[in-house]
């Protein structure tokens, strides 16, 4: 008896010991399992999945250049302007909300802006740009760089543009001081440089234009919005608003402090960016 009963309990020991070996998944091992990391989805399925198309974009200047569009890729210029960048395109009235990382609807355009919205006087210290002015006979080119500074005229607190311009014999300096709310023209004054020479005197303020002197009214002039358009000027390729004034027809770019184009309605003369800082 003694034997059997060693027997029956080495016996149970032994089941439960090969019970508790075979013990089914679900217990504590499972408990303790780390579960796998969540995988990030990547830009070109956030693209897609929020109704873009993924597609490419030529060399850009700076992520403002493309408003409608989530650059995936990496962005940069080559010198025949030929690069490539992945963008994420979402669509007719749509646009990239990189806080949200996804398309949504954009808001109508105003149809009028501020002049104040175009000329960034305050965010620009110089610009450059190249003057075409057709005629009958031949089509004249030549650039002008000018800088700006603040000034008061009479108490009427302005900025004081200087332009200089450089012509085959010779030079001219030119003196603008614009009112920094109308932006009308308040005075002008010129130096010209010829073979040798130098002559002095006052200036005469432009009637048509931004800073024209004929304009009447306290407050900054308005534009109206034209629609949108690529333009390329010699500072590069850009995505701008298009706005109309007296005529007068403006190209503006989000990213730049001072137009990208302007045209004068009549043909006299068109002005192209080619630098600010």
């Known amino acids: 008896m003694k034997v059997q009963a060693m027997f029956l309990i080495l016996l149970v020991g032994a089941i439960l010991l090969v019970g508790?070996?075979?013990?089914?998944?679900?217990?504590?091992?499972?408990?303790?399992?780390?579960p796998p990391p969540s995988q990030t989805p990547t830009k070109e399925e956030v693209c897609l999945s929020s109704?873009?198309?993924i597609a490419t974009q030529s060399c850009c200047l700076s992520a403002?250049?493309?408003?409608?569009?989530?650059?995936?890729?990496?962005c940069g210029c080559s010198s025949d302007n030929s690069h490539n960048v992945k963008a994420c395109n979402c669509g007719e009235g749509k646009c990239?909300?990189?806080?949200?990382?996804?398309?949504?609807?954009?808001q109508a355009q105003p149809a009028s802006v501020d002049?104040?919205?175009?000329?960034?006087?305050?965010?620009?210290?110089?610009?450059?740009?190249?003057?075409?002015?057709?005629?009958?006979?031949?089509t004249t080119s030549f650039d002008f760089k000018s800088t700006l500074t603040?000034?008061?005229?009479?108490?009427?607190?302005?900025?004081?543009?200087q332009t200089d311009i450089t012509m085959q014999g010779g030079?001219?300096?030119?003196?603008?001081?614009?009112?920094?709310?109308?932006y009308n023209c308040l005075k002008m004054s010129s130096v010209i440089n010829y073979e040798g020479q130098t002559i002095e005197q006052p200036g005469t303020c432009p009637t048509t234009g931004p800073n024209s002197a004929s304009r009447t009214g306290t407050a900054t002039?308005?534009?109206?919005?034209?629609?949108?358009?690529?333009?390329?000027?010699?500072?590069?390729?850009?995505?701008?608003?298009?706005?109309?004034?007296?005529?007068?027809?403006?190209?503006?770019?989000?990213?730049?402090?001072?137009?990208?184009?302007?045209?004068?309605g009549d043909g006299s003369m068109t002005m192209e960016l080619v630098g600010y800082t």
């Open 20 to 34: 508790c070996a075979q013990q089914p998944p679900g217990g504590n091992q499972t408990q303790n399992q780390t």
């Open 51 to 53: 109704g873009g198309t």
């Open 64 to 74: 403002g250049d493309f408003p409608n569009t989530c650059l995936i890729g990496a």
């Open 96 to 106: 990239w909300d990189s806080s949200k990382s996804q398309c949504v609807a954009v």
């Open 115 to 138: 002049m104040s919205q175009i000329y960034k006087y305050g965010s620009v210290h110089s610009y450059e740009y190249n003057v075409t002015t057709p005629s009958a006979e031949q």
């Open 150 to 161: 603040s000034d008061t005229v009479n108490g009427t607190a302005a900025w004081l543009e």
């Open 171 to 182: 030079s001219v300096t030119l003196k603008t001081w614009i009112d920094k709310v109308t």
């Open 221 to 264: 002039p308005t534009m109206t919005f034209v629609g949108t358009e690529s333009v390329t000027v010699p500072a590069g390729t850009f995505s701008c608003n298009k706005y109309s004034l007296e005529n007068v027809t403006f190209w503006s770019a989000s990213s730049v402090p001072v137009p990208v184009k302007i045209a004068y």
